[in-house]
Each structure stands twice: as structure tokens, then as C-alpha cells.
């Protein structure tokens, strides 16, 4: 993984940040006459993003300042270390780091003879006034110029200078890198870290004596030169900030003691080499956009999306043959990790290397297997793995998923070829049991539906996945006969009844309470259900002139099941998720057709049948 990570280096040569800089926000500006050391400082501090400059920065700093332990970054730093301001309590040490720092200046202008690096040490070894800083905070981070238009971090000679420094202080005696297969000076630890939900973690850390090895410790267990190290790290801090190249799988924003940062999943994902292809009529494909349709998360904080996006509908009907060998399709790598921060270390929860052809013909077969019609019958959409994990999850819960394997599992299936894991099934189904809130506002209530969708999506996943029923079972398959799915459609049939002949004016109906038992014990609830829709809702449907139709689709069923013989005493869990399908499948048939407002309702002249609807 770590090679694939170097080896992604030049291609994100131009994208990444120098090596051993990273972007920071500087609240303080110290600029210095060279000829005086006179100095000014910008009257107010900079508010967050309002300076931010790519500066140089050392990620191994912790612990308190010793002799041993400054570790002070060049140039730019915190007002404790660049202007020795010290936090209560700790005057002695904001002497010793500051120190440090001035000691950090010196030696790289003994190696860069750079005239900036000789005039801020100088500075700082004068008596300055120091009311002047008297608004600086010990946090609050510093910077210095001198008259010049560029910052001093900014120049060539000072990074090269930096990278040689950082390469002498972590490295130690020589080895075959692990990567490379060089022989070269080893690091003994990681001067970078990768930022992750709030976490900085090193690629690599040795942190038990059960994984060293003949006695290696630290990094030399599994030895990396700085140039390795470095580019691994780089070009993984580049992907974990790319909006492009990563995806939020799972994230806990839960609060207290029921935080668990192991619970966040962040999704990285890359191609050896960028390709893109121009079809017959103009439009390009960004073959790294489509690989990401399986764990885009296009519903966070937005309103549910519009249907039949371009790369999804493109990546179904991409042509898997002849024209896409001239791009080296066969030729090309996908690597895809899934990464969580555990107290300062990395977990890679998931990690694949495929050729590109193969994994466009698995997320094919994936994502037909999603494809769901819309709840309002608008054209099939296949939800993500973002989706799905979010839709498991009891709906005012800010926890993520309790069960962070079947993550891995479902990007396996996606990106590998893998079966769904069976659990999804279980799952999918408790959560549709479970009746819809009554909501009022409009985005609220689009998510809600939106996350049934998703529901019902991935127990089509794991029904479908790999089989022709991919395709029938996008929408309503009114030639299936299997009782579980009929029985599905009735119970959708049953509801329209009822809503129709109540004008839709209901906050509860017969799915909310008989859902449960219907669609485990048919026989049970079904006999019941029809009385009432033929006794007490069809008459007043027939009444205002519109019941036949739906009357047929009734008789209809119902002739498909008893022909089947009959109803069924009780559904196995695939049969439940079954006759979700056709519920959700002959609900969203009505969804699309429905239009209360162009339905003519007779007016009624008969006294007495209208008294007699108000006593129903």
C-alpha cells in the first residue's frame, strides 16, 4: 500500500504541498527593517483563513520542552516558540523553546547564507519592546518578513534546506528501504502526520514490543527512507483533502462518552493513471468520477437528489469493449483505501488493488443491482454505501453505524465482486418495518422517503446481485409471481384504497400498523384487510365515480395468489424482503400517477348519502 502510495507521487507532483510544509493560518505578521531590526506588527490579528500560507511544520511535537525535546519548525511557529510568549505557569519552558528556535534559525543560515535568516535571529536576540506583543496570545501563530514581497519559507534555499534537516534529524543508520530497495539512512520516526477526522496519525508506527522485530524498533521494523516516507505521506495528506479523491463512508457525531472515533470511515481512492475518455457526442468521462458513484455520499446536507444523474447513467451504459483498450483500460491500477483514526494511529480498514477493467464491470454489476425506481415513480436510482449505512441507523441517531465491518464488506462488493453480506438483509428490513414520522417540512420529509429508498435499494442488492432480477426488479414486475412479492403489491393496493376514499386526508393508515405482521404472517392480517377495503372503502370509491380501476387491480392480486395457493402462513427474512419490493414497487405506481388536485370529486345532491359518508 505504501509503494502505491509513492508510486502516486509524480502524478500528484503539481497538486501537493513541498515536502515537510503544510497549510497553516497565521494570526501575526512580524515585519523587520534589515538595516535597523526596527519592527511592525499588523494592528489586528488575522481572523481564520484570512492569511493562510503553505509554511514549514514538524508533526512530531508533543509532550513538554526539554534540552532533548524542542522541536521547533523553521520560521513559522507559535507565539511560544518564535517570540517566547509563555502560557501561564510555564515561563521556564517558553525560554527554552524559544531557544530552540533562534538555534533553528542560526544553523540554516549557516547553511543557506540567506540574509533573511540572519536578520530575524537577530531580532530576536535584541531587546524588543515588548507592550507591542502584548495582544499576542501564546498559540497564536507567527510569522516574519523582511521588507521583501515574499515570505522567508517561501524561497527555494529554505526548502531545501528544511528537507535536509528534517532527513537528518529522523534518520539513523542505514538500511534497504522497504519501498524503494535502496540502501539508505533509515527513518527512526515519522515527522509528518496525516490530519483525519480531527486526528493526526503517522502512515507507520511501532508502538509494542510484540511487533518488533529481531529486536527493531520504531520505524526500523519495517524500514522506509525519508524520500519513501515522505512521498507516501504527502500524497496521502493530498487524497485525504481531495474532495475529488476521498469520500465520508461513516462519521460519529455523537457527543460525550458515546464518541467513538473508530466508528469514522474515510474513503481514498485513486487511479495510476488519470484517463478519460470523449464519447461519440462530445461529452467527456472522468473515469475516477464514475469509480466514486459507489460511495459518493450525494445526500449529505442536501435535499434528496434529482434522478438519472450523467455519470451514473454513463458508467451503465459505458461500452466495456474494443474502443476502451486504446486507453490502456487493462493497463490502468484503482486503489481504494478505507481509513479510521484511533487515538493518533491509522486503521486501514479496507485496502484494493485492482485493474481498471475489472472493477468498471464489478461496479456495473453493483449498481444494477441498486437500481431502485424512485419512491414517486420517477426513473430508477441507485443510492451509495454512505446512504445505506446512514439509512441503518435509527433516524434522529448522530451515532455512526455500530457495525463498522459491513462497510468493508459493501465497498468489497462494490469494487471486488464480492456477495452482499447477508446481515444487510436483516438489517434493511428492521429498519423498513419501522413506521414514517409524520413530518411537515418539505427537506425533512425528502429524506425521509429518501432513506426507505435506500432501504429497500439494498435488500435489492442482496436479492438481485449478479442475476437478470438486477434489471426486472428496477420498478414493477407485474409478470412475478412469487406469493411474497404479491402480497407486497396487495398491501400497497389495500393503502390506496384507503387513501383515495378518505381524499388522502390520513396521518395514519393501514400500513402503519399492519405492515409488521403483514409481511411476516400474511394469512394472519390479509382476510381482515380486504373485508374493510371492499365493505367500507370501495362502496364510497364507487360512489365518487373513480373505484373501478383500482377495484381491478385488487381482483387482480388477488387471483395471482390464490392461483399460487393462497396466502402464506408465514415469509422467510429473503421473502419479507421480497414483498418489501412489491410494496414499495406498487406504492410508487400510485405515487406517480397520483395528482389529488386533478381528481374531480361529484358533487353530492343526495342528503342522505352524504350523511351516510360522514357516519362511515
Known amino acids: 500500500m505504501i509503494k502505491a502510495f509513492v508510486d502516486a507521487a509524480q502524478r500528484f507532483e503539481d497538486k501537493m504541498n513541498p515536502l515537510g510544509y503544510e497549510a497553516k493560518n497565521i494570526n501575526w505578521v512580524i515585519n523587520i527593517n534589515p538595516k535597523s531590526l526596527k519592527y511592525s506588527i499588523n494592528q ?30 523553521l520560521l513559522v511557529d507559535n507565539a511560544i516558540y518564535a517570540l517566547g510568549i509563555p502560557e501561564e505557569g510555564k515561563k521556564e519552558s517558553a525560554i527554552l523553546v524559544h531557544k530552540g528556535f533562534i538555534q533553528l ?59 535536509d534537516y528534517l532527513m537528518e534529524e529522523y534518520s539513523e543508520s542505514k538500511a534497504y528501504c522497504s519501498v524503494c530497495g535502496l540502501y539508505r539512512p533509515i527513518l527512526r520516526i515519522f515527522p509528518w502526520k496525516i490530519h483525519l477526522f480531527r486526528e493526526r496519525c503517522p502512515i507507520s508506527s511501532i508502538n509494542k514490543e ?83 458513484a459507489p460511495i459518493l455520499d450525494i445526500n449529505q446536507g442536501k435535499n434528496i437528489p434529482a434522478p438519472d444523474p450523467a455519470q451514473l447513467k454513463r458508467l451503465l451504459n459505458i461500452p466495456w469493449a474494443g474502443q476502451l483498450d486504446a486507453f490502456n483500460i487493462s493497463r490502468n491500477h484503482f486503489y481504494l483505501a478505507v481509513l479510521t483514526p484511533n487515538k493518533s494511529r491509522l486503521v486501514v480498514r479496507e485496502w484494493i488493488d485492482e485493474s481498471l477493467d475489472s472493477v468498471l464491470n464489478k461496479i456495473q454489476k453493483f449498481v444494477k443491482a441498486l437500481n431502485i425506481v424512485h419512491p414517486d415513480g420517477r426513473d ?10 446512514s439509512a441503518l441507523k435509527p433516524e434522529a441517531s ?31 428490513l428492521q429498519r423498513f418495518r419501522i413506521p414514517d414520522r409524520t413530518i411537515d417540512k418539505k427537506e425533512e420529509k425528502d429524506k425521509q422517503t429518501y432513506r426507505r429508498m435506500s432501504l429497500v435499494a439494498a435488500m435489492k442488492l442482496v436479492l438481485t446481485y449478479n442475476r437478470k432480477e438486477a434489471k426486472t426488479m428496477e420498478s414493477l414486475d407485474e409478470k412475478e409471481t412469487k406469493r411474497s412479492y404479491l402480497c407486497g403489491r396487495l398491501l400497497a393496493i389495500l393503502e390506496e384504497i384507503q387513501l383515495r376514499q378518505a381524499h388522502w386526508n390520513l396521518n395514519t393508515t393501514l400500513v402503519d400498523r399492519f405492515y409488521g405482521s ?49 396466502f402464506p402462513d408465514t415469509l422467510s427474512t429473503k421473502e419479507q424482503a421480497e414483498f418489501a419490493l412489491g410494496f414499495y414497487h406498487q406504492r410508487a405506481i400510485y405515487r406517480k400517477i397520483r395528482r389529488p388536485q386533478t381528481i374531480t370529486i361529484p358533487t353530492q345532491t343526495n342528503t342522505d348519502s352524504t350523511q351516510e359518508e360522514k357516519n362511515d
Open 44 to 73: 489586528e490579528k488575522f481572523k481564520k483563513d484570512t492569511l493562510q500560507k503553505i509554511v514549514p511544520t514538524r508533526g512530531d511535537r508533543s509532550g513538554n520542552a526539554s534540552q532533548d525535546n524542542l522541536k521547533a519548525a
Open 105 to 163: 534559525l542560526d544553523r540554516a543560515y549557516e547553511k543557506t547564507s540567506d540574509a533573511d535568516l540572519k536578520i530575524i535571529p537577530e531580532f530576536l536576540k535584541s531587546k524588543k519592546d515588548k507592550k507591542l506583543f502584548q495582544s499576542i496570545a501564546p498559540k497564536d501563530i507567527i510569522a516574519f518578513k523582511t521588507n521583501t514581497e515574499i515570505f522567508p519559507f517561501e524561497k527555494e534555499c529554505v526548502k531545501n534546506f528544511w528537507i
Open 210 to 292: 510484540s511487533f518488533e522485530s529481531f529486536g527493531q524498533k520504531q520505524n526500523a521494523n519495517s524500514p522506509l527512507c525519508f524520500e519513501c516516507a515522505g512521498k507516501a505521506s504527502q500524497v496521502l495528506q493530498y487524497l485525504t483533502n481531495s474532495e475529488k479523491h476521498r469520500s465520508i463512508i461513516a462519521k460519529d457525531e455523537s457527543k460525550g462518552e458515546g464518541k467513538s472515533p473508530l466508528k469514522n470511515q474515510l474513503a481514498i481512492f485513486w487511479l495510476k493513471e488519470e484517463t478519460k475518455i470523449q464519447t461519440t457526442d462530445g461529452i467527456t468521462i472522468d473515469f475516477e468520477e464514475l469509480l466514486k
Open 380 to 389: 430508477p436510482w441507485p443510492p451509495t454505501i454512505p446512504d445505506i449505512i
Open 398 to 428: 448522530k451515532s455512526a453505524s455500530a457495525d463498522a465491518n459491513l462497510v468493508r464488506e459493501l465497498i468489497r462488493t462494490a469494487y471486488k465482486g464480492t456477495s452482499p453480506p447477508e446481515n444487510l438483509l436483516v438489517m434493511a
Open 518 to 566: 403483514a409481511s411476516t404472517a400474511p394469512s394472519s392480517v390479509f382476510g381482515n384487510l380486504i373485508k374493510m377495503a371492499t365493505t367500507a372503502h370501495l362502496p364510497k370509491l364507487h360512489k365518487q365515480g373513480y373505484g373501478e380501476e383500482i377495484k381491478c387491480h385488487l381482483i387482480e392480486v388477488q387471483e395471482h395468489i390464490y392461483n399460487a395457493c393462497g
